[in-house]
């Protein structure tokens, strides 16, 4: 038994520290949080100073029990879950519910998974900081106190099974106001000028008119005047000037910039770096700090010198800007300046190889550039042609890395060629481009980031999992509009000729951007109109700072609870008892008999109705999947109710067109078949009917017979698969599944059925009971609509039927009649008050 036990979050970080500590040392990981606030209860005693109620979660309490009997078999147990105020809750949950002995106890922290960094946080050990523990408590309750008490209100007011939050619904807004902003934007066209000129050399370059023209005819009359003008350079500005490398990365710069340069989404970029960081790779990745520590900058410094030269290092210190950076003290960054790339999963390696390049960067020598301004005129009217560019005299840090933008760039400035004052110009074309206004962009994963950052909203542990919950529960989707086509105007003026001809420019590309549902809208209109001061990004901030406040011990978390509530619960029950119930409905005119015509939120999503709401005879229709209520019109409206449209028969059975819950589609006698995405369902004639029936016949027809029992093909959202008597079975790429055999299928369905007897690790048929592998290493078990996950650290073989009906009893929902027994025979463990802190 070893003297030391430490204890980590994750299982990929204890293998990694073991590898540093010798065999005095044994490394277990918690898992994440062995406890937490109950699932199917509020968990907080508001009467009693907002004390948390935790549980440990039926799947932790055999790891309790065995971190439980290694801490009492150690001399000394170290905590060293991560240094952020999650990672200290966590250290706090494993005191509580092991017991342990304080004297025996230490606390550990450090911000890059090294050897050095371990050891020396074994020789500098600290208590655990009950001032970031109130920290993350007083988050985790104020967000419980807010979703539990504001999701009934929605519940009663819009639809069942919605939900609200003080981040999430905030986050929606955002998007909401954005979306908003788009449709009332009305764009407007003007006539932007290019020009290019040769010198005396025969070298040619574009400049502009630093002017736009509002209309056609205004750009047409310039152009006209151009016609057999003289140019020549009427003026000639030199400069130097400089461009400065961005800081290290934080959470959030890291967040963005994998975006923009890799595609990734928030979640995956946390995960990758989860495991860099566990790998001993990069240093902690949530941080608000741009930091970098000595040892860093001297690493940097040195790696720097050695791989491109003396002239290309200059040491900077950044400061960090936000008010409450108190994930960690240092920036993302290598552990290892030297280490250029790591030979890991693909996306890891191009992660780390960002964060290698952007850390380098913000250690070097600034790029020097010469930037050249000219002015152009001609010799019978006024206006001047502007061109400016560039010469890239000394690299500097663009050598290794240039930072990413959101929004789209101007084109690139250039090179100019040799030029001189009163020097002639030849004009080869001028042209006059018409060109629309653009309306705010839609925020995308990276850009929503930078706004919560921006208006102080949130942390950065939060945001991914913010992101995540509201595409989840349908708030906000990814978008799919590949655009629109739309026409503009070009006027070219060439050998004292004007032409004119038509554009076409792609225009509303919302592809992958964030876009409201009409449940995220309407929830968000309720919740401002009812709960502003919840909504408002000033109060969300300032939320924020309060919580920084109690991490540096300046706020009785407690007393801030009970600020918030007092004004906060009698809001609810005054919104409970008056506030109307909210549908979203939009009245859009009048069908050809003079009845109202409306849009709002129905029992089954977005609907369209015809009559008022006392008519007895009115009627109702689902909208489309890519119509919406904030801009669906009355003539979109209309056309639903034109479905559903009887095509006729075909083969003896009727054939009808329609819009249903899930969309369009066709139906023929008792089989549905969806319509493509994008197809209208009112075109579709009853050839093209029969072509997607006749689709769907082929399909669905047997390719094989195995045991008496046909076997169909088909592709899912997994891929190729083939179905044989209620089972799927995957079809991977050994075989041509285009031309699958008879010996090929039954390899298959063999396969798989082995695999389903292999999974089963216990089977107690007359109880109903099964245990079985799952995926990750885990084990679950299965009794009818009961599923409960095990951990990794649970040996699933070992269990005896006891234990498992057991879990299964606490799972179960409680029947009504013994709820409040269920309740109070829970083990708890109830928050103790933190000890105030010391003068």
């Keep these: 038994m070893a003297k030391n036990l430490v204890i980590v979050e994750s299982p990929a970080k204890a293998k990694t520290i ?7 040392f044994q490394v277990e990981s918690s898992y994440g949080h062995i406890a937490d606030l109950p699932s199917k209860e509020i968990g907080v ?5 907002f004390k948390p109620k935790y549980e440990v979660s039926p799947d932790k309490k055999a790891l309790v029990t065995k971190l439980k009997s290694l801490s009492k078999n150690a001399e000394t147990v170290w905590l060293a879950s991560d240094e952020d105020r999650e990672g200290e809750a966590i250290s706090w949950h494993l005191a509580e519910e092991l017991k342990l002995d304080t004297k025996k106890t230490k606390r550990i922290v450090f911000h890059e998974i090294t050897k050095s960094a371990i ?6 050990p600290r208590e655990i900081d009950y001032n970031l523990v109130n920290a993350q408590q007083a988050r985790r309750v104020l967000d419980r106190l807010v979703g539990y008490e504001l999701s009934p209100v929605l519940w009663r007011k819009i639809k069942g099974g919605l939900s609200a939050g003080r981040v999430q619904s905030v986050s929606v807004r955002l998007i909401v106001e954005r979306e908003r902003e788009i449709q009332s ?42 016609i057999g003008s003289k140019y020549k350079v009427a003026d000639l500005e030199t400069k130097p000037t400089k461009k400065s490398p961005t800081a290290p990365f934080t959470t959030s710069t890291l967040q963005q910039e994998a975006a923009r340069k890799l595609y990734l989404p928030v979640g995956i970029t946390m995960q990758l770096a989860q495991r860099l960081y566990e790998a001993g790779l990069i240093t902690y990745m949530r941080t608000d700090s741009v930091n970098l520590s000595k040892e860093a900058m001297d690493a940097a410094q040195a790696e720097i010198i050695k791989s491109y030269g003396e002239e290309f290092s200059k040491p900077r210190i950044f400061a960090t800007k936000s008010k409450g950076a108190q994930e960690a003290h240092e920036a993302i960054r290598p552990t290892d300046m030297s280490r250029h790339t790591v030979n890991i999963d693909r996306d890891q390696a191009r992660l780390y190889d960002l964060i290698w390049k952007r850390t380098l960067a913000s250690q070097m020598s600034d790029a020097q550039l010469e930037r050249t301004n000219v002015k152009i005129e001609a010799d019978n009217h006024d206006e001047l042609f502007t061109a400016s560019g560039e010469v890239l005299l000394f690299e500097g840090f663009l050598k290794v890395y240039l930072e990413g933008h959101d929004d789209d760039e101007e084109e690139q400035e250039g090179m100019l060629p040799a030029l001189k004052v009163n020097e002639k110009l030849a004009n080869n074309y001028i042209t006059a481009t018409e060109r629309y206004s653009r309306p705010p962009a839609r925020y995308t994963e990276a850009s929503l980031v930078k706004k ?12 991914a999992p913010t992101i995540s919950t509201i595409i989840n529960r349908n708030y906000v989707e990814k978008g799919t509009l590949e655009g629109q086509e739309r026409n503009y105007t070009q006027l070219t003026l060439q050998n004292s000729k004007v032409g004119e001809k038509l554009l076409k420019e792609n225009t509303g590309s919302d592809k992958g951007k964030l876009v409201p549902t009409d449940i995220g809208t309407i929830v968000t209109d309720f919740l401002v109109k009812n709960f502003g001061n919840i909504l408002d990004y000033n109060f969300t901030a300032k939320v924020e700072q309060d919580f920084d406040e109690i991490a540096e011990g300046n706020i009785d978390w407690a007393i801030m609870m009970q600020d918030f509530y007092n004004k906060f619960h009698p809001n609810v029950k005054e919104v409970e008892a008056n506030a109307e119930r909210e549908s979203g409905e939009r009245i859009l005119g009048k069908d050809a008999d003079g009845r109202q015509v409306s849009v709002r939120l129905g029992k089954f999503g977005p609907m369209a109705q015809i009559g008022e709401a006392d008519d007895e005879d009115k009627k109702f229709a689902s909208l489309m999947a890519d119509q919406n209520i904030g801009n669906i019109t009355l003539e979109e409206a209309l056309n639903l109710f034109l479905l559903p449209k009887n095509l006729g028969e075909y083969k003896g059975e009727e054939v009808e067109v329609s819009n249903g819950r899930y969309g369009p589609y066709v139906r023929h006698g008792s089989v549905f078949i969806s319509l493509p995405r994008g197809e209208d369902p009112l075109n579709v004639t009853k050839e093209r009917a029969k072509e997607l029936i006749d689709e769907k016949a082929l399909a669905d027809a047997p390719i094989a017979v195995y045991k008496g029992e046909a076997v169909q093909k088909g592709v899912g959202r997994f891929g190729p698969f083939i179905k044989w008597n209620g089972l799927f079975v995957n079809v991977s790429k050994k075989y041509n599944f285009d031309n699958l055999s008879q010996a090929d299928v039954e390899e298959l369905i063999e396969d798989k059925l082995q695999k389903n007897i292999d999974k089963v690790l216990h089977n107690w048929e007359e109880e109903g009971i099964v245990v079985e592998k799952a995926r990750w290493g885990r084990s679950v078990i299965l009794k009818g609509k009961i599923k409960i996950e095990l951990s990794k650290d649970v040996d699933a073989t070992k269990l005896t039927l006891a234990e498992v009906q057991e879990m299964i009893e606490k799972k179960a929902p409680a029947k009504k009649t013994a709820a409040k027994k269920t309740t109070a025979a829970k083990k708890t463990t109830t928050a103790k008050k933190a000890p105030a802190k010391k003068k």
């Design 185 to 226: 934007f009305n764009a407007v066209a003007t006539y932007s000028i290019v020009a290019e000129f040769v010198n005396e050399a025969g070298k040619a370059f574009k400049a502009k008119l630093p002017k736009n023209f509002n209309t056609k005819k205004e750009a047409e009359d310039f152009l006209n005047k151009n």
């Design 452 to 463: 919560l950052e921006e208006l102080g909203i949130g942390r950065p542990s939060t945001y």
């Design 18 to 24: 073991e590898k540093f500590l010798g065999s005095d």
């Design 45 to 49: 005693d508001v009467e009693n100073g």
């Design 119 to 124: 050891l020396k946080a074994i020789d500098n």
